[in-house]
């Protein structure tokens, strides 16, 4: 089951449906953009991504769309240079931080270990 996006408050950015599984995920990652990610963060209660969260964004993605896998959070942490805690308090989860991303649903058990 998939759904459209409904950001009404924002209606200027979508000129093309975007799809979300049932989870909340987007189902093309292409689709995602900068501007989509800012709206994600709006809508998980983060009002603005600082330089800090977008390194943390850009890692995942880029990890995930060139090895197809979930990133484990202590390489994350270390390729970085940040504390688990630092992201927690930047996204609030793992999870929250996968959607902003723009990428798709990891999956039950990922999710399980995500958040």
């Known amino acids: 089951m998939y759904t459209t996006a409904s950001h009404e408050s924002h209606p200027q950015i979508y000129t093309e449906s975007i799809l979300y599984d049932e989870d909340g995920f987007i189902v093309d990652p292409n689709q995602w953009t900068e501007e989509l990610a800012n709206i994600l963060a709006l809508d998980a209660g ?25 990133p484990p959070m202590r390489l994350v942490c270390r390729k970085l240079g940040t504390e688990r805690d630092a992201i927690k308090g930047l996204f609030g989860g793992c999870l929250t931080l996968w959607r902003i991303a723009g990428l798709t649903n990891p999956g039950e058990e990922a999710k399980a270990y995500m958040d």
């Open 46 to 70: 983060i009002k603005c991504l600082t330089d800090a969260h977008w390194v943390i964004v850009h890692f995942i993605r880029n990890h995930y769309l060139s090895l197809g896998g979930i």
